[in-house]
């Protein structure tokens, strides 16, 4: 009885390890390319087999460095996951696809790739495309610019599969926060979630045009989310901007956009409200333009 019973649970074991290597692949991994322009990440997923990036760089000499990363690496790359329509996220497109035909862009919904239309008609109308030509929209008057509408394909459904097993799961049910929407995803192998930019990490946080005061309350009570819904589980969390951290960071993110409510609704100046940000957060990045922006658009002098 006993030697049946091993037999049949070691078949069933068997079964099971067998079924598990099928449909899950190895264990995704993650590689970081930490961009200089304005210290945006880049995150390398790998099942072992194939690649996914997600985010990919302000500027299309990042962009060249990015994509020999990952060619480094030897595995084929299937797509460039765009976590929202902000250009520090996505103006290296042009440049992936042209050095990995193969792979598809792709937004996880119809809005992020509005977002992201959205974003760069106005820039090329303020000129900011000049720098980055090949990204100007594809148009009557500019035949040969960047086909938005084509090159960027919208997933069904809340997972982005990976070639040869395992998937990353996506969460983009969010109110208007730093960005009109985005994408977060949680992975599991790496009790890893990367929190687009709902997370900055000693690197002054985007409140420029468009980030509303609701946006920032939205922004601040999402965070407050996060702490309640990942606190037992206690993953890595890697932001958009900065170095990976762990929940902590999320009290710090929540006390710094208290800070900045409370100096830019008490600063008689844009000047003094700069001052006391930095005297408040003296090591934190990008305070020229992040900072800069966020505190022009909420003091008027
Ligand atoms: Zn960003």
Same mark, same amino acid.
């Given at each position: 009885?006993?030697?049946?019973?091993?037999?049949?649970?070691?078949?069933?074991?068997?079964?099971?390890?067998?079924?598990?290597?099928?449909?899950?692949?190895?264990?995704?991994?993650?590689?970081?390319?930490?961009?200089?322009?304005?210290?945006?990440?880049?995150?390398?997923?790998?099942?072992?087999?194939?690649?996914?990036?997600?985010?990919?760089? @302000?500027?299309?000499?990042?962009?060249?460095?990015?994509?020999?990363?990952?060619?480094?690496?030897?595995?084929?790359?299937?797509?460039?996951?765009?976590?929202?329509?902000?250009?520090?996220?996505?103006?290296?497109?042009?440049?992936?696809?042209?050095?990995?035909?193969?792979?598809?862009?792709?937004?996880?919904?119809?809005?992020?790739?509005?977002?992201?239309?959205?974003?760069?008609?106005?820039?090329?109308?303020?000129?900011?495309?000049?720098?980055?030509?090949?990204?100007?929209?594809?148009?009557?008057?500019?035949? !040969?610019?960047?086909?938005?509408?084509?090159?960027?394909?919208?997933?069904?459904?809340?997972?982005?599969?990976? !070639?040869?097993?395992?998937?990353?799961?996506?969460?983009?049910?969010?109110?208007?926060?730093?960005?009109?929407?985005?994408?977060?995803?949680?992975?599991?192998?790496?009790?890893?979630?990367?929190?687009?930019?709902?997370?900055?990490?000693?690197?002054?946080?985007?409140?420029?045009?468009?980030?509303?005061?609701?946006?920032?309350?939205?922004? @601040?009570?999402?965070?407050?989310?996060?702490?309640?819904?990942?606190?037992?589980?206690?993953?890595?969390?890697?932001?958009?901007?900065?170095?990976?951290?762990?929940?902590?960071?999320?009290?710090?993110?929540?006390?710094?956009?208290?800070?900045?409510?409370?100096?830019?609704?008490?600063?008689?100046? @844009?000047?003094?409200?700069?001052?006391?940000?930095?005297?408040?957060?003296? !090591?934190?990045?990008?305070?020229?333009?992040?900072?800069?922006?966020?505190?022009?658009?909420?003091?008027?002098?």
């Amino acid at each position: 009885m006993r030697a049946i019973l091993v037999a049949a649970l070691a078949a069933l074991g068997f079964l099971v390890a067998n079924t598990s290597q099928a449909t899950a692949g190895d264990p995704i991994k993650v590689d970081i390319y930490k961009g200089e322009v304005a210290t945006v990440n880049s995150y390398i997923f790998s099942n072992g087999k194939s690649q996914i990036v997600m985010d990919v760089q @302000r500027a299309t000499s990042e962009a060249k460095k990015l994509a020999a990363t990952i060619k480094a690496k030897k595995l084929p790359l299937t797509h460039i996951l765009i976590s929202h329509g902000h250009p520090d996220h996505y103006i290296g497109m042009d440049w992936l696809l042209k050095e990995f035909p193969g792979a598809k862009v792709v937004v996880a919904n119809k809005d992020i790739k509005q977002d992201i239309i959205g974003f760069s008609t106005w820039m090329e109308s303020v000129g900011w495309l000049d720098a980055e030509p090949a990204l100007k929209p594809k148009s009557v008057k500019n035949p !040969d610019g960047f086909d938005y509408e084509k090159n960027i394909s919208v997933l069904e459904g809340n997972t982005l599969e990976f !070639d040869g097993g395992g998937a990353l799961k996506l969460d983009t049910q969010y109110k208007p926060a730093e960005s009109n929407h985005a994408t977060t995803v949680y992975v599991g192998d790496l009790n890893g979630l990367f929190a687009s930019d709902f997370a900055y990490n000693k690197v002054h946080l985007w409140m420029g045009t468009g980030v509303t005061d609701e946006h920032i309350r939205n922004w @601040r009570d999402q965070l407050a989310t996060f702490q309640k819904k990942y606190g037992s589980s206690n993953p890595t969390i890697y932001p958009g901007h900065g170095n990976p951290g762990d929940m902590s960071l999320f009290a710090e993110l929540i006390k710094y956009i208290e800070n900045f409510q409370r100096i830019t609704a008490n600063a008689t100046s @844009r000047e003094m409200a700069i001052t006391e940000m930095k005297k408040l957060y003296p !090591d934190y990045g990008e305070a020229d333009f992040l900072l800069k922006n966020s505190v022009d658009f909420h003091v008027h002098d």
